[in-house]
């Protein structure tokens, strides 16, 4: 579904972030990233999502290249990316959030439906639907920034660090709903610090190093790795 | 008490003209944080292009109106691109002693082109007088309520109900995740510029209209009165920009009209002070509290 | 060069045989900032003066004048800058301008520090030429226009005496001290006649809605409206006192003139309003319709009072050099203070000893948008 | 008597009551940790006790004077410090600057002094420059400090905000998520910098933080909050077997793992 | 730090202060005689009245542009009034010279005071605003300053108060560009400077960590104001005649863009900016239709090219000349 082939990215001139970065995510999977901070993992996000572009190398999609096509474009096509750090529109409310999630569709119906979907899957957004959603806690942000993603109808869905300052409870509850989403045929690659979660849910899994991947294969392959559970395992 | 009325009436005529001019101060502000200091000048370059079409093609008003505001929403959306597009991540002083920069090079360039000269913007109405008792409304201050009411509820309409609206209020609170949405963020800043100097062009054309003179440094006071008018408000609110201009010019009325018309500049900001004390974001803006 | 002392010192031993090199004159205007118009309107008469004496064979028995221009930016220090820049950079034997009171006395006294002599066209405030401490006149400073006390003392005499009317409201610029000077001789002189000022208001000269105060004029009941002012203000201020049903007459000064007027206000509009001028550009005398004219085919426009003067500006400089026989500052100033019997298209005007030339005061009445004369007041030495 | 004493401290914004009726004490040394949901009001009460939000009701007592309602500035020089949920570091500033800025409450030479340059204010600066080298040394970042603090891996961006609060020579130091975005190896070494920290400045610690693992094996004792309401306090194994915080917090797979 | 490294580095700090001083001192003594006029070998060498002049102009215009940079790049608050606090130190130092015959050292620190007085009035109210809210209120207050100073007649309303005398000289200039210059270098690298630059930075965190934010914002505005009074002082009794109109919001709009122009927080690209915009202004006299739109473009062609000034927020130093290597080592401190 999604190919990436030796792409590099730079930050100005001097920042070589992204070295030779191949990686593949096939229809139906979840795929994981987990790497110490810095090593990359938000910028192939970025790079897949057409927030930056590689100096060399392609990324296609359903075998269309997509290498370089403006972030607004790459929406169209089905690729919704919920990014570090949550950037939801703080100003605005719950509601006209999830609205701007669906931007491209016209089909009113079918955004209130998905409108109803998400606020069953997160109650707490459905109490503050009207406030303005910069003063959500961070877990709140983290939950409106899924709920805004889900109602673009992804058939790829990049998460940054989903369950980065969450509650364990949270934590759990944001690795089952990526679950459902996938089960109900949503294609996923996850960025993640919480590797045990991340691992428990995913096929497959890379290990990002200082800009290259130094690790793949199935998730259960990885997590064996005596290294991965040194430095990501906690043991 | 007539009096009152008579200078109320002034007022609320001189307000819908600052009203017009800062509501695009109040969008652009909104979208990229940039104080457009060379609006004033669209106003300005507005008023002469409606001059021209009236004084060379014979156009009628309202079609002079309307190309006025074309120009120079074609204008702003260059001014734009050229200018203030490049510096769109770079800080937010730069920006503005650029948005300075254009001021000066539209009004001087102007000053070259049509010289300095003020010039009598040609009569475009007969001219009714309504008498009420000892008051005067002169059709003049209805046409131009009138309009700008108008263009006030269309703007209103724009960004709350459309997409392109939408997308303007998203692209201000953070315009990558904007882009995430799928929206065109290159787009939306152009729609806003087009916008917003459609809007201070008509203001030029209606200032002409109503007061008859035109002069290429006709916008640098109404500009700084009009950014005022958006502070008063609330800046990047657009009924606070509204709000702040009627406030605005019906206060500079009654100062002058109690005979203090020499310190009417020092009044206009001396309120403007005092809200900003009172109510440091403005009369309309949110207070809100920066979540830590 | 070096220093002020000897500003001609590097060109040639003998100016006066120099045929062949140039006279340079200085103009400091203000060509941008707010009151552009008065310095650019001054340049083009000099421009347009200097260009006909260059093709009459120049000054000095053949020298061509040279015009090295300088913009102020109406800011003093900007005025003291330039004005320097060209009595010791450029070497100027004389400068023309700043068009504007303020600018002048700034510009003044680097112009006594370098003993060069500067003639300002039209900034009329009466310290310009005088030296306020020692009531004496400046000595190389000169002015071209009439000063302010002359026109606010002929503007009572004339509503005192010639129209018999004895209430005045008085309304002022504050932003001008051209409009400050005239108004308070206008009211000292008024009330010294016997007249009364019963309301007294103020605008500034970026105000377009004077609604506000003339409400309150109206409401005084005046009989007359004293307004000096320049014609883009009187304009819009006609106008609007008109729209008001303010039906009184308005007496003003010479920044009526100009063809803007009529266009800014309506002919209508501004029947039954008088203004003390130093010439009219409707004017049938062969000398002022041969500059308007002339005015017209090389810019296009009808010229103001500000190109008229600085028209004038230059040709009695030229007149000056002349009879001083050289370029040598000293003896220009010398010739510009001697100044007698000079036919300039603003009247003929003489010298006096404050460096205010003496010439007529005309009266015209605006007659359905066209400046009629009215009457023609001597001056009244001071 | 308690170093800090919180009682029936509540805030609202708007409609919406973040803290209510919340009690909090801490003594002298301890190690105490705030837990709860996203949006229980952690970080509020930490605002709150901070200066940056004023309480609406209640008061806040620390070492027996109050503080409620004091400007941030006059809370640190009374001895809290803090680190913020999301960074807030002097961005553009060296490592070194960061942690000179607190020092200089304490500074002894005045304007007049650094403005001409006599010889106090060369003492003074080299003063704080050796001190705020030496607070870099505990946290390993001695060797970056002429970096620019951004340019920083997030880990040491944290570890250099701890830095940061501890050059302000509080006595009870506040960490909102230390542990946010770190590995379990660093999280790892975070808990023994916590403890060191704790022993060698003989500090009180209130922390919040969503790993489990960090919370359990470094506090003596646990605050849990939830919707603005302390619903449980006691030892991290009373309230790992809290129903009520298994319920609105832990799950249960955490109390199977932990 | 031990001890004979700590030696070594005073030895060193104090042979480059004794550098520069020479330097100055020598350029003090050149420009001076070189202004007054001197004789050698029977050749008159004098500058130029216009030159010395515009000298003048540099030094005012880097006074105003570095005291403007104390507020706007070192503590981050954007000012829009600075040529208020100008005006109040030149009408008042000229109120005192002209009216009270006062001698002029009284003049120009009673101008830097009454404007660092007013600097406090102004900016306690105001300070708590924020961005571009301050930078509005203050360019109102500016403003008010300006319309009173038309209305009051004793200083001469619209039309100016002159004549005032002569009495800027270049020992006057030299003094207080060097001086102001060494006080900002001085206070950016103090506890003090880093307080302002801390809240810049990040106004809620420099809180929590002990900076009482009011006070050192207000700390920074009366600098700057105290500054520019003096500049205005010098002003006034170089040009004869002051004005209220003089002192409009493009004033204060001028020295903001120098301070950008050369990069905010930065001391140096102040000077340079201050000083190449005098130069750009003399250079622009030459075609008068036409300077002002030049000007403009120049504006934004530096910010377009160059948008974060000339300078950064670096300093242009010793150190930038010496090896790359040594120069990484030092790098970093912001006011280095
Ligand atoms: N805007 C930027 N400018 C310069 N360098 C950047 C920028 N964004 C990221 N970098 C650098 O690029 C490298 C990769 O960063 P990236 O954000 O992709 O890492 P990450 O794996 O997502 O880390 P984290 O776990 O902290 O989110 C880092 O060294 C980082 O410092
Ligand atoms: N400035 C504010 N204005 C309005 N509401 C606020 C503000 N600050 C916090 N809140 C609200 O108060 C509640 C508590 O927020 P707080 O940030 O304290 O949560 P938290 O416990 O720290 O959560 P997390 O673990 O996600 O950081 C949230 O619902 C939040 O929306
Ligand atoms: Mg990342
Ligand atoms: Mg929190």
Redesign the interface.
């Known amino acids: 579904m999604l190919k990436i082939n030796q792409i590099n990215v730079y930050y100005g001139a001097s920042i070589h972030a992204l070295k030779e970065i191949s990686l593949e995510v096939k229809q139906g999977e979840i795929v994981t990233m987990i790497g110490a901070n810095g090593a990359g993992k938000t910028s192939i996000l970025k790079s897949i999502s057409g927030l930056l572009v590689p100096k060399s190398g392609t990324i296609t999609f359903e075998s269309q290249n997509i290498t370089g096509i403006p972030a607004k474009d790459i929406v169209k096509k089905g690729i919704c990316h919920v990014p570090e750090g949550r950037r939801i529109f703080a100003n605005m409310t719950v509601l006209e959030n999830l609205e701007l999630g669906a931007f491209l569709d016209s089909d009113k119906a079918a955004v209130k439906q998905r409108m109803k979907t998400v606020f069953e899957r997160f109650p707490r957004l459905f109490e503050r639907k009207n406030q303005s959603s910069g003063t959500l806690s961070g877990g709140e942000q983290q939950m409106l920034a899924m709920g805004r993603a889900l109602m673009g109808k992804p058939r790829l869905l990049l998460l940054d660090e989903p369950s980065m300052g969450l509650a364990p409870i949270l934590v759990q509850e944001i690795f089952n709903i990526i679950k459902e989403i996938n089960d109900q045929g949503t294609t996923v690659l996850v960025v993640e610090q919480n590797a045990h979660q991340a691992l428990s849910i995913a096929h497959r899994a890379y290990v990002l190093e200082t800009g290259r991947i130094v690790l793949s294969g199935t998730a259960d392959e990885v997590a064996s790795s005596e290294d991965v559970k040194k430095a990501y395992l906690g043991g | 008490m007539e009096i009152f009325i008579q200078q109320l009436i002034n007022g609320i005529a001189l307000g819908s003209i600052y009203a017009l001019i800062a509501l695009g101060y109040t969008m652009v502000y909104g979208i990229i944080k940039l104080i457009n200091f060379a609006h004033g000048d669209i106003y300005m370059v507005g008023a002469f292009v409606a001059f021209f079409m009236i004084s060379i093609f014979d156009m009628p008003f309202s079609i002079a109106l309307l190309v006025a505001m074309a120009a120079c929403a074609l204008l702003g959306m260059i001014i734009e691109r050229v200018a203030y597009k490049p510096l769109r991540n770079q800080d937010r002083l730069t920006a503005l002693i650029t948005a300075i920069g254009v001021s000066f090079f539209l009004e001087y360039t102007m000053i070259y082109l049509v010289k300095p000269d003020p010039r009598a913007f040609p009569a475009s109405f007969q001219l009714h007088n309504f008498h009420i008792g000892n008051i005067v409304i002169s059709s003049k201050d209805l046409i131009i309520f009138a309009i700008s009411l108008g263009l006030m509820l269309l703007l209103t309409y724009v960004v709350n109900r459309t997409k392109t609206g939408k997308s303007m209020r998203a692209v201000s609170y953070d315009s990558e995740a904007a882009q995430l949405m799928g929206i065109d963020v290159n787009k939306t800043i152009s729609a806003t510029f087009a916008l917003g100097s459609a809007l201070a062009a008509a203001a030029g054309v209606l200032v002409g209209m109503y007061y008859g003179q035109i002069e290429p440094l006709m916008g640098i006071m109404p500009g700084l009165k009009a950014f005022i008018a958006a502070v008063i408000g609330g800046i990047g609110i657009i009924p606070g920009a509204a709000f702040g201009g009627l406030i605005l010019g019906v206060t500079e009325s009654l100062v002058s009209g109690a005979g203090y018309s020499m310190l009417r500049d020092a009044v206009a900001f001396i309120i403007l002070i005092i809200i900003l004390i009172v109510k440091p974001t403005g009369l309309m803006g949110k207070n809100v509290k920066e979540k830590v | 060069g070096c220093g002020g002392q000897e500003p001609t010192g590097n060109e040639g031993e003998n100016p006066a045989n120099g045929a062949g090199e140039p006279v340079k004159v200085g103009l400091n205007f203000e060509l941008s900032g707010d009151v552009a118009t008065y310095g650019g309107n001054g340049v083009k008469g000099i421009e347009m003066a200097a260009k006909e004496i260059n093709a009459k064979g120049g000054v000095l028995g053949g020298r061509q004048i040279e015009l090295v221009k300088v913009d102020n930016k109406s800011d003093a220090a900007e005025v003291t800058n330039v004005q320097t820049r060209l009595l010791t950079v450029e070497n100027v034997a004389a400068t023309i301008g700043p068009a504007t009171s303020t600018n002048s006395l700034a510009a003044i006294p680097v112009a006594m520090e370098n003993e060069i002599p500067l003639l300002t066209p039209s900034a009329t405030a009466d310290k310009v030429t005088v030296d306020e401490a020692t009531g004496k006149a400046k000595e190389y400073a000169f002015r071209l226009c009439f000063y302010d006390s002359l026109q606010g003392n002929i503007g009572a005499n004339f509503i005192y005496n010639n129209l018999g009317l004895k209430k005045a409201a008085v309304y002022i610029d504050t932003n001008s001290d051209y409009s400050k000077a005239i108004g308070s001789v206008f009211k000292k002189d008024f009330t010294a006649l016997g007249g009364e000022i019963i309301a007294e208001e103020n605008y500034v000269k970026t105000d377009q809605d004077y609604k506000a105060t003339l409400t309150r004029i109206k409401n005084a009941k005046p009989e007359v409206i004293y307004l000096p002012g320049y014609y883009n203000n009187v304009g819009l201020i006609v106008k609007q006192a008109r729209e008001m049903g303010i039906t009184v007459p308005f007496v003003g000064a010479d920044g009526y003139d100009s063809p803007d007027l009529v266009k800014l206000g309506g002919a209508k509009n501004l029947n039954n309003v008088f203004f003390t001028n130093h010439y009219s550009s409707q004017d049938t005398d062969p000398k002022v319709r041969a500059f308007v004219e002339a005015f017209k085919a090389e810019y296009g426009d009808v010229p103001d009072a500000f190109a008229a003067m600085g028209y004038d500006a230059m040709y009695l400089m030229a007149d000056a050099i002349n009879r001083a026989g050289s370029d040598d500052p000293i003896a220009i100033k010398d010739a510009l203070a001697a100044t007698k019997d000079f036919p300039a298209v603003t009247g003929t005007l003489t010298m006096d000893d404050k460096h205010n030339p003496i010439k007529s005061v005309v009266i015209l009445e605006l007659v359905d948008g066209v400046p009629t004369f009215k009457d023609k007041i001597d001056p009244i030495q001071p | 008597m308690a170093l800090l004493e919180i009682n029936n401290v509540g805030i609202a914004f708007g409609g919406l009551r973040a803290v209510t009726n919340c009690n909090i004490s801490l003594e002298q040394g301890e190690l105490i940790g705030l837990i709860g949901p996203n949006g229980a009001g952690k970080t509020t009460v930490f605002n709150m006790l901070t200066g940056v939000y004023n309480p609406t009701e209640g008061e806040i007592i620390f070492e027996g004077k109050s503080i409620a309602g004091l400007r941030p500035y006059h809370i640190t020089k009374r001895g809290i410090a803090r680190t913020f949920q999301n960074i807030r570091l002097f961005k553009e500033l060296t490592v070194l600057d960061n942690v000179k800025i607190p020092y200089h409450i304490h500074a002894r030479h005045g304007m007049f002094s650094s403005v001409l340059r006599l010889p106090a204010y060369y003492r003074g600066e080299a003063e704080i420059t050796e001190k705020a080298i030496a607070c870099l040394d505990v946290f390993g970042l001695a060797d970056k400090k002429d970096e620019v603090a951004k340019n920083l891996p997030y880990g040491q961006q944290r570890r250099l905000e701890i830095a940061r609060a501890l050059a302000a020579q509080p006595r009870l130091l506040l960490l909102d998520e230390p542990a946010a975005g770190m590995n379990p190896q660093e999280t790892h070494e975070l808990m023994e910098l916590i403890y060191w920290i704790r022993d060698h400045f003989k500090l009180t610690i209130l922390l919040i933080e969503h790993d489990m693992s960090l919370v359990m094996g470094v506090c003596e004792r646990i605050y849990v909050l939830e919707y603005g309401r302390i619903i449980a306090e006691g030892t991290p194994d009373e309230i790992k077997n809290d129903p009520k915080v298994i319920k609105a917090y832990l799950g249960e797979e955490v109390k199977l793992n932990a | 730090?031990n001890n004979k490294k700590?030696g070594n580095s005073?030895l060193k700090r104090n042979a480059l202060s004794l550098i520069v001083a020479v330097i100055l001192v020598a350029v003090y003594l050149g420009l001076h005689f070189w202004i007054a006029?001197f004789e050698i070998g029977g050749t008159?060498?004098?500058l130029?009245?216009?030159y010395t002049?515009?000298l003048y102009?540099m030094g005012m215009n880097i006074i105003l542009a570095v005291s403007l940079n104390l507020v706007?790049g070192i503590t981050g608050q954007?000012a829009l009034g600075h040529a208020g606090f100008m005006a109040v130190g030149a009408y008042l130092s000229a109120i005192l010279t002209v009216k009270f015959g006062m001698p002029f050292i009284v003049a120009i620190l009673a101008a830097g005071l009454a404007a660092a007085i007013m600097g406090f009035l102004i900016g306690l109210?105001?300070l708590?605003?924020?961005g571009?809210?301050l930078?509005?209120?203050t360019l109102?207050?500016a403003?008010?300053i300006r319309?009173?100073l038309?209305?009051i007649d004793y200083v001469g309303?619209?039309?100016?108060f002159?004549?005032i005398p002569?009495l800027t000289n270049w020992t006057w200039i030299f003094v207080a560009t060097v001086g102001t210059v060494l006080?900002a270098k001085?206070?950016i690298n103090?506890?003090?400077?880093?307080?302002c630059?801390?809240i810049r930075?990040?106004e809620?965190?420099?809180?929590?960590?002990?900076?009482?934010?009011t006070r050192y914002k207000t700390l920074a505005f009366c600098l700057g104001a105290f500054f520019a009074g003096v500049a205005g002082a010098l002003?006034a009794h170089?040009?004869?005649?002051?004005?209220p109109?003089?002192f409009n919001?493009f004033k204060s709009?001028e020295y903001?863009?120098m301070v950008?122009?050369g990069g905010?927080g930065s001391i140096t690209g102040s000077i340079l900016a201050a000083s190449g915009l005098t130069i750009v202004n003399?250079g622009l006299?030459k075609v008068?239709?036409?300077?002002?739109?030049l000007?403009?473009?120049v504006?934004?062609a530096v910010?377009?090219f160059r948008?974060?000034?000339i300078m950064g927020?670096k300093e242009l130093s010793f150190s930038s000349f010496k090896s790359k290597k040594e120069r990484g080592?030092?790098?970093?401190?912001?006011g280095n």
């Not at chain 5, 170089?238 to 004005?243: D, G, K, L, S």
């Not at chain 5, 080592?329 to 912001?334: H, I, L, N």
């Open positions: 730090m700590q005073f006029g008159r060498y004098k130029n009245n216009y002049l515009n102009l706007c954007l109210p105001t708590r605003l924020k571009d809210y930078a509005i209120a109102g207050m403003e008010i319309v009173l038309i209305n309303g619209a039309s100016g002159s004549p002569k006080f001085n206070f103090s506890t003090y400077g880093r307080a630059i801390s930075e990040d809620i965190a420099a809180e929590t960590m002990g900076i009482n934010s002003y170089n040009f004869y005649i002051i004005q109109n003089v919001f709009f903001l863009v950008v122009l905010l003399v006299q008068p239709e036409v300077r002002m739109i000007y403009s473009i504006l934004i910010m377009l948008p974060g000034g927020r080592k030092e790098r970093g401190t912001s």
